[in-house]
Nanobody
Framework: QVQLQESGPGLVKPSQTLSLTCTVS??????????WNWIRQPPGKGLEWMGA???????FYSPSLKSRTSISRDTSKNQFTLRLASVTPEDTAVYYC?????????????????WGQGTQVTVSS
């Protein structure tokens, strides 16, 4: 069974770049037909899809975050990484990595097959 685990700093200062890594075990990020996603949930709000990377390396971004978001991968470590630039307190959220069989751009939990446990990121000076 695939397991995903997010890692990264829990506190980021405004205007800095948030960087999170998702480590995948039990399956390769370059196999199958899967997309590897980043999703976040700000306090008191719903889930927001941020972007995804396909096993081929193709990357897809939410239009609202595209100008600040970068997703990459390290196949040797079976990891994929999220970078969100110029963060503000509005970027405070629990950040999740998740796997989906097809490209999903929703915040629906059922659209994703496997989830990491999530990591809290707070943007504050």
């Amino acid at each position: 069974q695939v397991q995903l685990q997010e890692s990264g700093p829990g506190l980021v200062k405004p205007s800095q770049t948030l960087s999170l890594t998702c480590t995948v075990s039990g399956g390769s990020i370059t196999s199958g037909y899967y997309y590897w996603n980043w999703i976040r949930q700000p306090p008191g709000k719903g889930l927001e899809w941020m972007g995804a990377i396909h096993k081929s390396g193709s990357v897809f971004y939410s239009p609202s975050l595209k100008s600040r978001t970068s997703i990459s991968r390290d196949t040797s470590k079976n990891q994929f990484t999220l970078r969100l630039a110029s963060v503000t307190p509005e970027d405070t959220a629990v950040y999740y990595c998740a796997r989906s069989y097809a490209l999903k751009t929703t915040g629906w939990v059922r659209d994703y097959d496997d989830w990491g446990q999530g990591t809290q990121v707070t943007v504050s000076s």
